[in-house]
């Protein structure tokens, strides 16, 4: 496992009700998520905006969970069963170079990237998956936490995600964090 990679004995810290004083996941993703959505969520860790996601897709949405970390994910399905959330979530173990998305090539209705493109190697194929599992007018929002990640990185991202065609549009503001709403854009 990459030393960038976020440790499993982590992912309670992160996931723990102290955090929700600062980040509040149906304010942060409730303009962006209905019922019935196929959402993405990308490093999601022990489920905190996962499981958020989970309710507000309700029983005819899906949640897809990928992270590298199998004990994540484990973790994250006992969380989702206890809530009677477990058949809205589907767990999935990425690579350390792909998230696997090739069999949900634009189904996707948005995707979310909560502090975890730091950690991934090349940001600029991370986010060509993303946009190749997006439909057409899907957005993706990303959010890095600004003790670990400069303006000037952050930035960096930013131009990966326009490399891979997906479009700045807006920013919204997420304590503690730089963030971006990216929007699908068209092929050349």
């Known amino acids: 496992m990459s030393a960038r990679v976020c440790p499993h004995w982590i992912g309670y810290l992160l996931a723990g009700r102290l955090r929700r004083l600062v980040h509040k996941p149906a304010e942060i993703l409730g303009r962006f998520v209905t019922a019935g959505m196929t959402v993405l969520d990308i490093g999601p860790g022990l489920g905190f905006f996962t499981l958020p996601l989970a309710d507000m897709v309700g029983r005819g949405g899906k949640v897809v969970a990928v992270d590298v970390q199998e004990s994540m994910l484990s973790t994250l399905q006992q969380r ?23 069999d949900l090539a634009g189904q996707i209705d948005f995707a979310l990237a909560f502090a975890v493109v730091h950690e991934i ?28 990640v400069s303006g000037r990185s952050f930035r960096e ?22 963030s971006a709403l990216l929007r699908r854009g068209q092929l050349p």
């Open 80 to 102: 989702a069963a206890a809530r009677g959330l477990a058949d809205r979530i589907l767990p999935r173990v990425s690579k350390p170079t792909s998230l696997c998305l090739d």
């Open 121 to 148: 190697p090349d940001a600029a194929h991370l986010f060509a998956e993303i946009r190749a599992a997006l439909k057409p007018s899907a957005a993706c929002l990303i959010a890095e936490p600004r003790l670990h």
């Open 157 to 178: 991202t930013l131009a990966a995600a326009e490399q891979a065609r997906l479009n700045f549009n807006g920013g919204g503001r997420i304590r503690w964090c730089h």
